[in-house]
């Protein structure tokens, strides 16, 4: 889950401590271009205090009117944001993206069982792929608005969507979502809404096998970004909780010994900067057995070759699949000295490799900036 999702539960948190309400607003459809796509979320309280972001700033004004209207009215309000047109101007905002930004606000009904502030919960409990869907209606306004109403992981369903041939539907489809890796918007076959299913992934998780200085950047970039941070190293004087407070974790120990303690999955990035040849290596060895999705290895290529060689040699059988995770020297070619750029070419890297992207500069792509949500015609 990203950052701005836990934020945006803390934020809800601290309201609901000192008595305010609030609405969740969601970016639930784009069409054309926009600085945030589907799945932004930002919380607007009573008092006009605003958590997450769901344009560049340019609608966020308007958009605390509207939700201040929604929590007053205690209804959900579907806003659409046209800059398609020159009349954007009468909505006070300035979009100058040059598409159509459709906007769910929803108050917090602490009454409803599965509001969306407790299918938000539901999604950051463990590290499992989630689905959320949420439903309104593009063809009618002005009718109720759903909202977020559905939750799926492999292990629970919490749906707040009384008709049982609809929840059946959302269902089905939030099972291709979870099976695809991709959200997708669908056109509901038994009425006139449209259900944004959205695909949740836990944050990344990064391990860092190394606890000298220039780990120290590192880890305050993936703090900023809101992934889990690991620290690990066999000196117990290095590694520590003082030097290292943003780590949500700190190993010290063996390689074997380390590795007994962790939770690797598809999500997990190891960066392995000990500048110890024999501690990297045994690590190294342990590393290509696990599902992790990115394993970096600081230092020149040929201290890679050389560590690949010696695996080898000791009748271990490296794949083709496993040496393609392995990302030796670690970094994208930023022109990176100084530890804080090598720390930003390598978290550069990371969340490249993490989203299927190669690096390269965005004037030179063909392709759309991002993903667009795939339609399903029913």
């Known amino acids: 889950m990203t950052k701005e999702i836990n934020d945006i539960l803390a934020a809800f948190k601290e309201a609901q401590l000192h008595g305010r309400r609030t609405a969740l607003a969601t970016v639930v459809h784009v069409e054309g271009s926009s600085y945030r796509r589907p799945g932004a979320r930002m919380l607007v309280e009573d008092n006009g205090r605003i958590t997450g972001a769901i344009s560049g700033g340019c609608l966020e004004g308007d958009a605390l009117r509207k939700a201040l209207l929604a929590i007053n009215q205690e209804q959900n309000k579907l806003v659409t944001y046209n800059t398609l047109h020159e009349d954007e101007i009468e909505f006070g905002v300035q979009l100058g993206c040059n598409g159509i930004v459709h906007i769910l606000f929803e108050p917090i009904d602490l009454q409803q069982k599965n509001n969306p502030i407790v299918l938000l919960e539901a999604c950051c409990r463990n590290r499992k792929d989630a689905v959320m869907v949420t ?42 979502v979870l099976a695809g890796n991709n959200s997708l918007l669908m056109q509901c076959k038994s009425n006139a809404l449209t259900a944004f299913v959205e695909l949740l992934q836990p944050p990344v998780s990064l391990h860092i096998v190394g606890a000298g200085n220039d780990a120290l950047p590192l880890v305050e970039m993936a703090a900023v970004l809101g992934w889990q941070i690991i620290v690990i190293d066999g000196r117990a004087t290095h590694a520590t909780s003082q030097r290292f407070p943003k780590a949500n974790k700190i190993i010290v120990g063996k390689p074997v010994e380390a590795i ?24 190294m060895q342990l590393l290509l057995q696990t599902p992790c999705r990115y394993i970096g290895a600081l230092g020149p290529k040929k201290r890679m070759e050389r560590m690949f060689n010696a695996l080898q040699e000791q009748d271990l059988y490296i794949s083709s699949e496993q ?27 990371i969340k490249a490799a993490m989203s299927d992207r190669k690096g390269g500069l965005l004037r030179n792509r063909m392709e759309d900036i991002h993903v667009r949500t795939a339609p399903v015609a029913q």
């Open 135 to 176: 439903l309104f209606s593009l063809q009618r306004p002005n009718d109720p608005q759903p909202g977020t109403c559905f939750f799926f992981n492999e292990e629970n369903i919490y749906s707040n969507i009384p008709e049982k041939y609809l929840e059946a539907e959302i269902k089905e489809a939030a099972a291709t």
């Open 260 to 283: 007994q303690q962790l939770l690797v999955d598809e999500r997990t990035a190891f960066v392995l900067m000990t500048h110890n040849y024999n501690y990297d290596i045994e690590m």
């Open 323 to 349: 040496k393609e995770k392995v990302y030796g020297p670690t970094g994208l070619d930023i022109g990176a000295e100084t530890a804080e750029e090598i720390a930003l070419s390598v978290m550069a890297e």
